[in-house]
Antibody, heavy 119, light 111 residues
Framework: VQLVQSGAEVKKPGESLKISCKGSGYSFTNFWIGWVRQMPGKGLEWMAIIYPGDSDTRYSPSFQGQVTISADKSITTAYLQWSSLKASDTAMYYC?????????????WGQGTLVTVSS | QSALTQPASVSGSPGQSITISCTGTSSDVGGYNYVSWYQQHPGKAPKLMIYEVSNRPSGVSNRFSGSKSGNTASLTISGLQAEDEADYYCGSYSTSSTLRVFGPGTKVTVL
């Protein structure tokens, strides 16, 4: 199992952004996959998860309406996007696979995508 | 603000055992056996160390063990080694609107 994320991004406040996470080595459509934020020097916060098989999604209340999770099963890739970035979105973002169902644990993690938002 | 609580730091000498606690409620840790633990070294991605309270993934040292009593889960590291110095996060399923939660993390220092 491998999750390979897109590279670091530097953006200005108000800009849009879409980061990606390509899964390989497993049946992409049969496992939930999610995004976890880690702000500088802080802990882990789960943001959103998606089931690529039918695009069912769940959002943490803290991030509902702030980001959009999506997936393209034809290229086994999950995405996280922002329509208008804020300085407070500066963080490392990890994608991670969920072993089984929405209640389960994150068993494989991507290497992280650093997003920096600064004017 | 995390729904789970962990000590900010725990330390021990090489060879000793340490235990990290993770306290929640009956809506998360206490109500279900869906507690997991993650190790994160500086600048690295988290790594799953324990799942479903006490199970170790393939490849994780048997020096790591997990348990749960009531609303508190615990991660024990026995035979502490320098490479165990890292941040450790607990995670749990939650029946609250959050669905899943992480603890704030515990920094383990090997003296």
């Amino acid at each position: 199992v491998q999750l390979v994320q897109s590279g670091a991004e530097v953006k200005k406040p108000g800009e849009s952004l879409k980061i990606s996470c390509k899964g390989s080595g497993y049946s992409f459509t049969n496992f939930w996959i999610g995004w976890v934020r880690q702000m500088p020097g802080k802990g882990l916060e789960w943001m959103a998860i998606i089931y690529p098989g039918d695009s069912d999604t769940r959002y943490s209340p803290s991030f509902q309406g702030q980001v959009t999770i999506s997936a393209d099963k034809s290229i086994t890739t999950a995405y996280l996007q922002w329509s208008s970035l804020k300085a407070s979105d500066t963080a490392m973002y990890y994608c991670a696979r969920i072993f089984a169902g929405t209640t389960s644990y994150f068993d494989y993690w991507g290497q992280g995508t650093l997003v920096t938002v600064s004017s | 603000q995390s729904a789970l609580t962990q000590p900010a730091s725990v330390s021990g000498s090489p060879g000793q055992s340490i235990t990290i606690s993770c306290t929640g409620t009956s809506s998360d840790v206490g109500g279900y056996n869906y507690v997991s633990w993650y190790q994160q070294h500086p600048g690295k991605a988290p790594k799953l160390m324990i799942y479903e309270v006490s199970n170790r993934p393939s490849g994780v040292s048997n020096r790591f063990s997990g348990s749960k009593s009531g609303n508190t889960a615990s991660l024990t590291i026995s035979g502490l080694q320098a490479e165990d110095e890292a941040d450790y996060y607990c995670g749990s399923y939650s029946t609250s609107s959050t669905l899943r939660v992480f603890g704030p993390g515990t920094k383990v220092t090997v003296l």
